[in-house]
C-alpha cells in the first residue's frame, strides 16, 4: 500500500511539526525576554537555541520511538537509544548552530534565520533516528 510506503516519513513530520513549533516558540521566546529585536550575541543565541531544542526534544524521543519507528523496550535497549538520541541531537545542535550564526552574521533577523535551518535538522534527525538510533529490533504495529 502507497501509505504505508510513506507511513514513517509523514509520521516523522507530523511529529517533528510539532517539536519544531515547541523549538522554534521556546527560542523565540528567549530571544524576546533578553530584549532583542535585531543584532543578538553569539552566547544569546546559542542560549536561545539550546533551550529551543531541548523543549522539542523532551517530547522527540517518546513519540518518534513510539509512533515513528515503533520500537518497544527490550533488554534494557531504551537506555542506549536514548544515548544514541542525545549525540544526533547534539550533532543537531551543533549544526543549528553554526547555520543560525552564519545567518544572522550576514545580517538576517534571528527571529528569521531559525526557518531556514528547520529543513536541515529535520534531515538530519531524521536519518539519524532511522539509522543510528532506532535501527533494529523494529516491532511492526498496526
Not at 102 to 111: C, I, K, M, S, W
Request: hydrophobic share 50%.
Amino acid at each position: 500500500m502507497m501509505v504505508n510506503k510513506y507511513r514513517q516519513p509523514l509520521l516523522f513530520c507530523l511529529i517533528g511539526g510539532m517539536n519544531t513549533a515547541v523549538d522554534y516558540a521556546v527560542y523565540s521566546a528567549v530571544l524576546f525576554l533578553s530584549g532583542t529585536r535585531g543584532d543578538v550575541s553569539a552566547i544569546l543565541l546559542l542560549i536561545a537555541q539550546v533551550c529551543g531544542i531541548a523543549a522539542g526534544v523532551a517530547n522527540s524521543f517518546g513519540m518518534n520511538r513510539w509512533f515513528t519507528f515503533r520500537h518497544e523496550a527490550k533488554g534494557g535497549t531504551t537506555g542506549i537509544q536514548l544515548i544514541r538520541f542525545l549525540l544526533v541531537n547534539a550533532l543537531t545542535l551543533t549544526l543549528s548552530y553554526a547555520a543560525l550564526w552564519a545567518l544572522t552574521r550576514q545580517g538576517v533577523n534571528p527571529y528569521l534565520a531559525k526557518v531556514p535551518v528547520v529543513p536541515l535538522t529535520m534531515l538530519v534527525n531524521y536519518f539519524g533516528y532511522k539509522l543510528f538510533v532506532f535501527k533494529g529490533n523494529r516491532h511492526d504495529r498496526p
